[in-house]
Protein backbone atom coordinates (compact mmCIF):
# COMPACT_ATOMS: atom_id res chain seq x y z
CA UNK A 1 0.00 0.00 0.00
CA UNK A 2 2.62 2.29 0.75
CA UNK A 3 4.34 1.52 -2.32
CA UNK A 4 1.26 2.21 -4.66
CA UNK A 5 1.02 5.71 -1.98
CA UNK A 6 4.73 6.55 -3.32
CA UNK A 7 4.38 5.41 -6.87
CA UNK A 8 1.05 7.95 -6.73
CA UNK A 9 3.12 10.82 -5.34
CA UNK A 10 5.91 10.45 -7.94
CA UNK A 11 3.62 10.48 -10.92
CA UNK A 12 1.65 13.48 -9.55
CA UNK A 13 4.80 15.38 -8.92
CA UNK A 14 5.76 14.36 -12.36
CA UNK A 15 2.81 15.97 -13.77
CA UNK A 16 3.38 19.54 -15.66
CA UNK A 17 0.91 21.95 -13.67
CA UNK A 18 -0.14 23.60 -17.07
CA UNK A 19 -1.23 19.89 -18.27
CA UNK A 20 -3.17 19.45 -14.90
CA UNK A 21 -4.76 22.87 -14.99
CA UNK A 22 -5.86 22.80 -18.95
CA UNK A 23 -7.66 19.30 -18.21
CA UNK A 24 -8.89 20.67 -15.02
CA UNK A 25 -10.63 23.78 -17.04
CA UNK A 26 -12.10 21.64 -19.89
CA UNK A 27 -15.36 22.70 -20.07
CA UNK A 28 -18.66 20.04 -19.86
CA UNK A 29 -19.25 19.14 -23.45
CA UNK A 30 -23.32 19.79 -23.94
CA UNK A 31 -25.47 16.81 -23.94
CA UNK A 32 -22.28 14.61 -23.02
CA UNK A 33 -23.20 13.61 -19.16
CA UNK A 34 -25.73 10.78 -19.28
CA UNK A 35 -27.90 9.43 -21.76
CA UNK A 36 -27.88 10.58 -25.45
CA UNK A 37 -31.40 11.64 -26.90
CA UNK A 38 -33.41 14.72 -26.70
CA UNK A 39 -33.64 16.70 -23.41
CA UNK A 40 -37.25 18.13 -22.38
CA UNK A 41 -37.46 20.68 -19.73
CA UNK A 42 -40.16 20.52 -17.23
CA UNK A 43 -39.87 22.58 -13.86
CA UNK A 44 -37.36 21.79 -11.47
CA UNK A 45 -35.88 23.31 -8.46
CA UNK A 46 -32.88 25.97 -8.28
CA UNK A 47 -29.99 25.42 -5.45
CA UNK A 48 -27.88 27.57 -4.05
CA UNK A 49 -24.55 26.22 -2.70
CA UNK A 50 -21.71 28.64 -1.11
CA UNK A 51 -18.09 27.95 -2.59
CA UNK A 52 -15.35 29.71 -1.18
CA UNK A 53 -11.99 30.73 -3.93
CA UNK A 54 -10.21 32.07 -0.28
CA UNK A 55 -10.50 32.19 2.71
CA UNK A 56 -8.51 34.72 5.31
CA UNK A 57 -6.49 33.62 7.54
CA UNK A 58 -4.04 35.36 10.00
CA UNK A 59 -4.81 38.96 11.70
CA UNK A 60 -3.80 40.30 8.67
CA UNK A 61 -6.01 38.92 6.84
CA UNK A 62 -4.32 37.16 4.26
CA UNK A 63 -5.77 35.43 1.66
CA UNK A 64 -5.48 31.25 1.33
CA UNK A 65 -6.53 30.31 -1.95
CA UNK A 66 -8.97 27.47 -3.09
CA UNK A 67 -9.74 25.58 -5.52
CA UNK A 68 -13.55 24.91 -5.83
CA UNK A 69 -15.34 21.64 -7.65
CA UNK A 70 -19.49 21.55 -8.01
CA UNK A 71 -20.39 18.78 -8.20
CA UNK A 72 -24.13 17.30 -8.77
CA UNK A 73 -24.90 13.88 -8.50
CA UNK A 74 -27.84 12.61 -9.73
CA UNK A 75 -28.51 10.02 -6.88
CA UNK A 76 -31.87 8.21 -8.65
CA UNK A 77 -31.28 4.85 -10.10
CA UNK A 78 -33.67 4.99 -12.97
CA UNK A 79 -34.25 8.77 -14.10
CA UNK A 80 -31.82 10.85 -15.27
CA UNK A 81 -31.85 14.77 -14.65
CA UNK A 82 -31.84 18.22 -16.57
CA UNK A 83 -29.05 20.68 -15.64
CA UNK A 84 -30.51 23.78 -17.08
CA UNK A 85 -28.55 26.43 -15.56
CA UNK A 86 -25.50 26.62 -13.60
CA UNK A 87 -24.06 30.25 -13.02
CA UNK A 88 -21.29 31.19 -10.42
CA UNK A 89 -21.36 34.90 -8.98
CA UNK A 90 -19.03 36.61 -6.66
CA UNK A 91 -19.07 37.98 -3.00
CA UNK A 92 -21.45 41.19 -4.16
CA UNK A 93 -23.75 38.86 -6.09
CA UNK A 94 -22.46 39.28 -9.64
CA UNK A 95 -22.40 36.81 -12.39
CA UNK A 96 -18.76 35.13 -12.88
CA UNK A 97 -19.36 32.83 -15.22
CA UNK A 98 -21.90 31.27 -17.18
CA UNK A 99 -21.41 27.89 -17.27
CA UNK A 100 -23.69 26.33 -19.59
CA UNK A 101 -24.83 27.12 -22.83
CA UNK A 102 -27.50 24.61 -23.22
CA UNK A 103 -28.97 22.07 -20.92
CA UNK A 104 -27.07 19.17 -20.02
CA UNK A 105 -28.51 15.81 -19.16
CA UNK A 106 -27.07 14.03 -16.24
CA UNK A 107 -27.66 10.17 -16.34
CA UNK A 108 -29.12 8.01 -13.42
CA UNK A 109 -26.12 7.47 -11.08
CA UNK A 110 -24.16 10.01 -12.66
CA UNK A 111 -22.59 12.88 -11.61
CA UNK A 112 -21.62 16.12 -13.25
CA UNK A 113 -18.54 18.68 -12.24
CA UNK A 114 -18.26 21.79 -13.14
CA UNK A 115 -14.36 23.48 -11.63
CA UNK A 116 -12.98 27.04 -10.58
CA UNK A 117 -8.64 26.53 -10.31
CA UNK A 118 -7.61 27.77 -7.43
CA UNK A 119 -5.41 31.18 -8.75
CA UNK A 120 -8.53 31.79 -9.97
CA UNK A 121 -9.62 34.59 -7.08
CA UNK A 122 -12.37 36.80 -8.84
CA UNK A 123 -15.33 35.44 -6.82
CA UNK A 124 -14.01 36.14 -3.26
CA UNK A 125 -14.56 34.49 0.15
CA UNK A 126 -18.76 34.92 -0.34
CA UNK A 127 -18.88 33.18 -3.63
CA UNK A 128 -21.72 30.39 -4.85
CA UNK A 129 -23.38 28.54 -7.17
CA UNK A 130 -27.25 28.84 -8.50
CA UNK A 131 -27.80 25.27 -10.62
CA UNK A 132 -31.32 24.79 -11.68
CA UNK A 133 -32.26 21.23 -12.52
CA UNK A 134 -35.67 19.15 -13.71
CA UNK A 135 -36.70 15.99 -14.62
CA UNK A 136 -39.56 14.90 -17.12
CA UNK A 137 -40.85 12.41 -14.52
CA UNK A 138 -40.38 12.62 -10.37
CA UNK A 139 -36.83 11.65 -9.20
CA UNK A 140 -34.37 11.40 -5.94
CA UNK A 141 -33.73 15.25 -5.50
CA UNK A 142 -29.55 15.09 -6.58
CA UNK A 143 -26.83 16.02 -4.07
CA UNK A 144 -25.01 19.26 -5.10
CA UNK A 145 -22.39 20.47 -2.86
CA UNK A 146 -19.10 22.38 -3.39
CA UNK A 147 -15.68 20.64 -2.78
CA UNK A 148 -12.85 23.50 -1.92
CA UNK A 149 -9.22 22.27 -1.94
CA UNK A 150 -6.12 24.24 -0.97
CA UNK A 151 -2.15 23.50 -0.37
CA UNK A 152 1.09 25.75 0.09
CA UNK A 153 3.98 23.43 0.71
CA UNK A 154 3.49 20.81 3.02
CA UNK A 155 -0.19 22.31 4.14
CA UNK A 156 -3.28 21.73 2.91
CA UNK A 157 -7.09 22.43 3.49
CA UNK A 158 -10.05 21.13 2.40
CA UNK A 159 -13.96 21.14 3.25
CA UNK A 160 -17.72 20.86 1.35
CA UNK A 161 -20.53 23.00 1.37
CA UNK A 162 -24.06 21.47 0.94
CA UNK A 163 -26.43 23.26 -1.56
CA UNK A 164 -29.58 24.66 -0.14
CA UNK A 165 -32.87 24.04 -2.57
CA UNK A 166 -34.94 27.32 -2.81
CA UNK A 167 -37.71 27.09 -0.63
CA UNK A 168 -40.57 29.47 -0.17
CA UNK A 169 -40.17 33.04 0.65
CA UNK A 170 -39.97 33.39 4.24
CA UNK A 171 -42.21 36.73 5.81
CA UNK A 172 -40.23 38.26 8.62
Not at 84 to 110: C, M, W
Not at 122 to 147: D, K, M, Q, T
Amino acid sequence: MRFLLLVLLVALAACDESEITRMANLPVPAGQIGDPGPVSITPGRTVYVPAYTGIRYYDEGKIYPLAVTLSVRNIDPDRGIVLELVDFYDSDGKLVDRYLAEPVRVAPLATAEFFVPERDMRAGSGANFLVNWSAASPVYEPVIESVMIGTSGTQGISFAAQGVPYGERVTP
